[in-house]
């Protein structure tokens, strides 16, 4: 069974840059698409965007001047770019295999920002 | 404000039968199915049902799913307290090309 365990700085300041990267275990990251969401404290889910392992990918519009999803085949792990943060973007981040069907999902990491 | 419409809490007896609805979205998503959600307060969401009404290796069958239209419904039967959670209803936006959720749904069963 694939697990997702991700890791990241959890604290920014406002126009920081963010970086999460999300390893893959028990499968392999071809032959599927992979997602970044988020979710802030007491909201619901906010989907990021999404690679496969050829590197194609496919961005939240509200997000996409921000957003930069990767792909590391070799270390077998993807990873999330979100440049300048504010408190807005303070939220749980999640990885997640899927695209539209998210069936594995990483532990989450709190990001807060902080002005 | 979400795309999707669901109920903000539905409630209902250990036992007993529940239904949350999820509706909205564009026209054009007519023909893009649905995927259901269940998150435990501090845990991350889990995958229930899948092409709307397909259920995943291990998921129990008193979890169903349907739709029509753009409204899907997620049903949950014989209750129990391990069912209280966030439920959450997910699709693909033709019209903003993006995943799309709803703002979920807290199940709480008394």
């Known amino acids: 069974q694939v697990q997702l365990q991700q890791w990241g700085a959890g604290l920014l300041k406002s126009s920081e840059t963010l970086s999460l990267t999300c390893a893959v275990y028990?499968?392999?990251?071809?032959?599927?698409?992979w997602s970044w969401l988020r979710q802030p404290p007491g909201k619901g889910l906010e989907w990021i965007g999404e690679i496969n392992h050829s590197g194609t990918t496919i961005y939240n519009p509200s997000l996409k001047s921000r957003v930069t999803i990767s792909v590391d085949t070799s270390k077998n792990q993807f990873s999330l770019r979100l440049s300048s943060m504010t408190a807005a973007d303070t939220a749980v981040y999640y990885c997640?295999?899927?695209?539209?069907?998210?069936?594995?999902w990483g532990q989450g990491t709190l990001v807060t920002v902080s002005s | 404000q979400s795309v999707l419409t669901q109920p903000p809490s539905v409630s209902a007896a250990p036992g007993q039968k529940v239904t949350i609805s999820c509706s909205g979205g564009?026209?054009?998503?007519?023909?893009?199915?649905v995927s259901w959600y269940q998150q435990v307060p501090g845990t991350a969401p889990k995958l229930l049902i899948y092409e709307s009404n397909k259920r995943p290796s291990g998921i129990p069958d008193r979890f169903s799913g349907s739709k029509s239209g753009t409204s899907a419904t997620l049903g949950i039967t014989g209750l129990q307290t391990g069912d209280e959670a966030d439920y959450y209803c997910?699709?693909?936006?033709?019209?903003?090309?993006?995943?799309?959720f709803g703002g979920g749904t807290k199940l709480t069963v008394l």
């Open positions: 997640a295999r899927g695209s539209q069907v998210l069936d594995s």
């Open positions: 564009s026209s054009k998503n007519g023909n893009n199915d």
């Open positions: 997910g699709t693909w936006d033709n019209s903003l090309s993006a995943v799309v």
């Open positions: 028990g499968g392999s990251v071809s032959g599927y698409y």
